[in-house]
């Protein structure tokens, strides 16, 4: 080239070139979490959104109809981020079992991200942390821990029954009855706080047990509150806060939007900012208050895992106070919204059948006294219809559709080369619907869970997973059995329950971190003479 053009083209040239390398870059920032997984098969992304429009039609179900079309592995991009989901029982056994090695952790959806208390608990820590944090909290887990725990929960359940006798409206808001006995009771488990929720009113039991913790109920309740509210608002689709819904689409933009919208007053993130410190604050005062005490004799959880820190020098470094915070925290959450959900799927589908009732009723009845309190080994034994119901239940709707995890290296799955940090999801909401394993899936019918029934031994033994499988499988799952048998034997040996006719038909779910009922799950009561 000549000076002369030389002369005339570097202004026009060194912008282009700048503006088409920043074009480039978004380009292959956007799009190169897809490059490594493009032979996945999927349906048509559009830009940033993903498939995100899909998810707000379908809800849920989306990931069934998506498997229908594009079979048990397939692409479905949350915003920008591909995930790689899952549907069939044996690539789930590959993925949680035989190569865990390979995928050992969770991703962190943008939801999450979005949140550094929820990021401390077992769910998210990765790696080494994860593994000595998992192996100090399982021995709170003990079969003979959790069969000392029954009274407990017994108590509590006698509680919330009360309320119930004592309300005065025709209908009653199951859903928020359950949220308050399974918040209580884990509330109990694991900080050795009483929250009081599930008492009539006018008890002061709940103030005392709290006064001794130094707090007074409308701290607790404001507590709950904000527990309630800061789970609520961590939404997988487009309506949680405006830092959340960036996360989705552009990922890198999130955390310094977080921090100049929290400093907003009135936006989401500013609320959802002084409710998670507000949590953390309340957490560590607890924690502080327990690491005080040294009440060698206490069995909560957080005084176990405290106990265990003291005698391992390997968990106390872990375990610093902000990770048993976290911990601790996590159990209230994991605790409460998903037993309360399943607690209340079960009355809901039971209201609906009648023959399911009636067959219950009679297994309930025949156990003995109306008085005598089942022991843990009962509740595993004695109750095999009980257990098929709410096993039917956890199919139908399955609390926690989508379980995460992400590729630590290259990994083969499927016939599909994954690289390392491939988001792998998979789904049991649509394994629980799959007719090869669950003939005729939109039927309520308990019975195909007898263990001597043909569908029950013919079925993949991963087909069914609520609680997820493998080492990162839920570490709660005996505790919320045990705490949902008890209940329902409890509520059924004293009422019946029927849809009120104020319901709406289908229920409506949402899905945020787990399912939720979008109205609440309205009943009324019959008492049993
Ligand atoms: C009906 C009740 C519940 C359901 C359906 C449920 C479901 C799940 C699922 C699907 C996972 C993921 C498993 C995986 O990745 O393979 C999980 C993990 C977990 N759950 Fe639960 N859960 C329930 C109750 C509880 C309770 C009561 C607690 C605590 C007391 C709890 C604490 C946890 C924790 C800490 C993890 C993370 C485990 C880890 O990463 O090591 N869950 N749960």
Known sequence: MSTDLQVLFTPIITPLCTVLAMLL?????????????RKVPGPTVIPLLGHLPLMAKHGPDVFTLLAKLYGPIFRFHMGRQPLIIV??????????????????????????SASPLHQKGLFFTRDAIWSTMRNSIL??????????????????IESATENIQSLKEEDITFSNLSLKLATDVIGQAAFGVDFGLSKPQSTSDSVN????????NTDVSEFIKQHIYSTTQLKMDLSGSFSIILGLLVPILQEPLRQILKRIP?????????TNKNISGRLEEIVRKKMEEKNKGSKD????????????????????????????YEHLLAGSATTAFTLSSVVYLIAQHPEVEKKLLAEIDGFGPHEQMPTAQDLQNE????????KEAMRFYVVSPLIARETSKEVQIGGYLLP??????????????????????????????????EEEKRRHPYAFIPFGLGPRACIGQKFSIQEIKLSLIHLYRKYLFRHSPNMEKPLELEFGIVLNFRHGVKLRIVKRT
Request: glycine share 6%; with cysteine.
């Open 209 to 216: 047990s709290i006064h001794s913790h130094g707090k007074d």
């Open 139 to 156: 021995s709170v887990y003990q079969p003979s821990h959790l069969a000392s725990l029954v009274p407990t929960m017994q108590s509590f």
């Open 420 to 453: 390392k940090g491939t988001w792998i999801w998979l789904a049991p909401g649509v394994l629980a619907k799959d007719p090869k394993n669950f003939p005729e899936p939109d039927k309520f019918r308990p019975e195909r869970f007898d263990p001597n029934c």
């Open 383 to 390: 109750f095999p219809y009980l257990d098929q119901v709410v």
């Open 266 to 274: 009135g936006t989401m993130d500013w609320k959802v900012d002084r």
């Open 301 to 328: 959880f957080l005084s176990l895992i405290l106990r265990a820190r003291e005698s391992e020098t390997l968990s106390k470094n872990a375990f610093t106070p902000d990770y048993i915070s976290a911990v601790t």
């Open 87 to 112: 549907a069939d029982p044996e690539l789930c056994r590959e993925i949680g079992i035989k190569k865990f090695k390979d995928i050992p952790n969770r991703s962190i959806p943008s939801p999450i």
């Open 25 to 37: 870059g978004l380009l292959g920032y956007l799009y190169g979490p897809y490059w490594g997984v």
